[in-house]
């Protein structure tokens, strides 16, 4: 059982949008800074999102992210089958002294 | 740019020890904070280990508490993960990661090494 709840899997067509929820505590999401991560099949996890809601230079801006109170959302504009992967959110975690990361969603590209 | 390359996997008899490397270039390592984080076979990002950039603080999983050490050499840009008393449940792929500036989050990951403990 993860510390933050991601829900299992997401589907959308190509050229739709698309949002994955990640909601977790006070001690975790409410009050530290969250990310997200892609790992597409059979590679490392790759940073999407940091600090809520900031794209690393190369990421395009069809990523996006938002946080509130103790909840993150990851969107996806623009759906490509290359999106299929899972996806990550990450934070660290007060009371526990660590990081702490969803238990990913898959995305499926119809 | 950033690279972060995993060795010392294999497969090991639970009870056993194994120390993983990672070796680090296109930033100044001395400078960031490291981690290990696990996948399971088929599972989710399981984080394992933190080392500040001095090695001064090093924070741990519960499940791996006092089985496990985390280290650094930045005079040789490696991280290392010295594994202890190894379980079944350690199978996984293991990670080196890099935190980001600032620290609020881990920006780079290694492509991991498989660390299999089966008799």
């Known amino acids: 059982q993860s510390v933050l709840t991601q829900p299992p899997s997401v589907s959308a067509a190509p050229g739709q949008k698309v949002t994955i929820s990640c909601s977790g505590s006070?001690?975790?999401?409410?009050?530290?800074?969250v990310s997200w991560y892609q790992q597409l099949p059979g590679t490392a996890p790759k940073l999407l999102i940091y600090d809520n809601d900031k794209r690393p230079s190369g990421i395009p801006d069809r990523f996006s992210g938002s946080k509130s109170g103790t909840s993150a959302t990851l969107g996806i504009t623009g759906l490509q089958t290359g999106d299929e992967a899972d996806y990550y959110c990450?934070?660290?975690?007060?009371?526990?002294?660590?990081?702490?990361f969803g238990g990913g969603t898959k995305l499926t590209v119809l | 740019q950033v690279q972060l390359v995993e060795s010392g996997g294999g497969v090991v008899l639970p009870g056993r020890s194994l120390r993983l490397s990672c070796g680090a270039s296109g930033f100044t390592f001395s400078t960031y904070g490291m981690h290990w984080v696990r996948q399971a076979p088929g599972k989710g990002l399981e984080w394992v280990a933190v080392i500040w950039y001095d090695g001064s603080n090093k924070l741990y999983a519960d499940s791996v508490k006092g089985r496990f050490t985390i280290s650094r050499d930045n005079s040789k840009n490696t991280l290392y993960l010295q594994m202890n008393s190894l379980r079944a449940e350690d199978t996984a792929v293991y990670y080196c990661?890099?935190?980001?500036?600032?620290?609020?989050?881990?920006?780079?990951w290694g492509q991991g090494t498989l660390v299999t403990v089966s008799s």
């Open positions: 006070s001690s975790n999401i409410g009050n530290n800074y």
């Open positions: 990450g934070t660290w975690d007060s009371s526990l002294s660590g990081v702490v």
């Open positions: 990661a890099s935190d980001g500036v600032g620290a609020t989050h881990i920006a780079y």
